[in-house]
């Protein structure tokens, strides 16, 4: 890879970039706003190197729910659904791809359900050559939330922070900042003005029932499948730097990329 200080990967949650209480609904303001603070950083920063992530919201949970993708996918009409959730997490990536384009960002999409395949929803194998040429040559990969098949299940859900977690031991991150609609991991969710500063693993049973899932259908789990697999990274990559955040906040996107301690930080101590 290019010589550079981090590679960052950032994630742009489906909750804040799409409406989730209404299906196949995108909030392109939003992501144009947060195109353009990440192409400024960059400006700002041309020798840092980002991978960005994105969900799938509104577009394929709610399908993805219908049909129990994220089960399994046997039958012909669960493979209908496996084709319908992979059709409306492209569209949001093309979408997400355009408002990029916009910005001046060159960016390259690498969606896991063209290469990456699992066995019982761990992944095995992924030619993630192409991406590494991506990032050598100063390009932006952005990869997504995805249907992917699966050598036990048929077909499976694959979250952005299971991709993440699959890319990190190879890539190795400097930092993983998660943007959300919520301004943290909340203390308690009935107090969404009290965040936690920090989340450590001795912490994570006192916090689990605070992390509840999503208001809206989430097949991937909620915050608390999110904590958890962040977690679980840290296992590897003990001095990785996690942190989740409020995207929603204009320019927050770009304090955070220039170092800004915002939201809630996840550490292995």
Known sequence: MKESTHLTFLKLGGSLITDKSTPLT??????????????????EHPEEMLLIGHGSGSFGHAIASQYGTQNGVRTSGEWQGFAEVWAAARTLNQIVMEEFASAGLPALSFPPSAGLISKNKEPLTWDIHPLELALANDLIPVVQGDVIFDLALGGTIFSTEKVFTFLAPTLQP?????????????????????????????????????????????????????????????????????????????????RVLNGKSLGTRISGS
């Open 174 to 254: 400097a930092r993983i900042l998660l943007a959300s609609v919520e301004a943290g991991v909340y203390i308690d969710p009935a107090k969404p003005g009290d965040i936690l500063e920090q989340i450590t693993p001795d912490r994570m049973d006192k916090i689990r029932p605070s992390l509840s899932g999503s208001a809206a259908t989430d097949v991937t789990g909620g915050m608390l499948a999110k904590v958890e697999e962040m977690e679980s990274l840290l296992e590897i990559l003990p001095d990785l730097e996690i942190r989740i955040f409020s995207g929603v906040v204009e320019g927050n996107v770009r």
């Open 26 to 43: 995108a909030k392109r303001p939003v992501i144009a706003r947060i195109a353009a603070e990440i192409a400024q950083f960059r400006k």
